[in-house]
């Protein structure tokens, strides 16, 4: 829903919406899921130490 507004708001109501939709949530997963992976166990490790 983010990406769809965010495009949205970049591009207007285009012809090609959907393709240009698909393309910048590919390409952000592409980032966002391996931060993930990296960022949330590192995340709960120190909320684990701040919490103690």
């Known amino acids: 829903m983010v990406s769809s507004l965010a495009t ?3 591009e207007g109501l285009a012809p090609d ?3 240009i939709w698909m393309g910048g949530w ?3 997963w592409i980032i966002a899921f391996p931060a993930l992976l990296v960022v949330a166990p ?3 490790k ?3 130490k ?3």
């Open 42 to 44: 590192l995340t709960r």
């Open 46 to 48: 120190l909320v684990a």
């Open 50 to 52: 701040l919490v103690r």
């Open 17 to 19: 919406f959907a393709v």
């Open 8 to 10: 949205y708001r970049a």
């Open 26 to 28: 590919l390409a952000s």
